[in-house]
Nanobody
Framework: QVQLVESGGGLVQPGGSLRLSCAAS???????????VGWFRQAPGKEHEGVSY????????DYADAVKGRFNISRDNAKKTVDLQMNNLRPADTAVYYC????????????????WGQGTQVTVTL
């Protein structure tokens, strides 16, 4: 199945920043520019949690309460990428981060998304 590809994860200290990027794998049958994209995360022993989404045009975004004011989602439809800028990171942000695509109506519910990527690990620790 065609998947999305996440990149940009890593190890960072509390208060630090990371920028994640999501792109469609090379041999896809669709343009990511035509879809809304969501970012999700899964910490060990927990279920997938919706983090943020952005509409296909970029005009509509939403964030989970836990990341509001710290994370910012954006997209570049010319480059066919969707980025998640994460600032002021906390240990509680440690998780594997995934992106996936969806169509309206937009939601942060993971079950409404498909074409999930393999994920990128974000670890926030001293």
């Amino acid at each position: 199945q065609v998947q999305l590809v996440e990149s940009g994860g890593g190890l960072v200290q509390p208060g630090g920043s990371l920028r994640l990027s999501c792109a469609a794998s090379e041999f896809t049958g669709f343009s990511l520019a035509n879809y809304a994209v969501g970012w999700f995360r899964q910490a060990p022993g927990k279920e997938h949690e919706g983090v943020s989404y952005i509409s296909s045009s970029g005009d509509s975004t939403d964030y989970a309460d836990a990341v509001k004011g710290r994370f910012n989602i954006s997209r570049d439809n010319a480059k066919k990428t969707v980025d998640l800028q994460m600032n002021n990171l906390r240990p509680a942000d440690t998780a594997v981060y995934y992106c996936a695509r969806t169509l309206p109506p937009l939601t942060l519910k993971p079950e409404e998304y498909g074409f999930w990527g393999q994920g990128t690990q974000v670890t926030v620790t001293l």
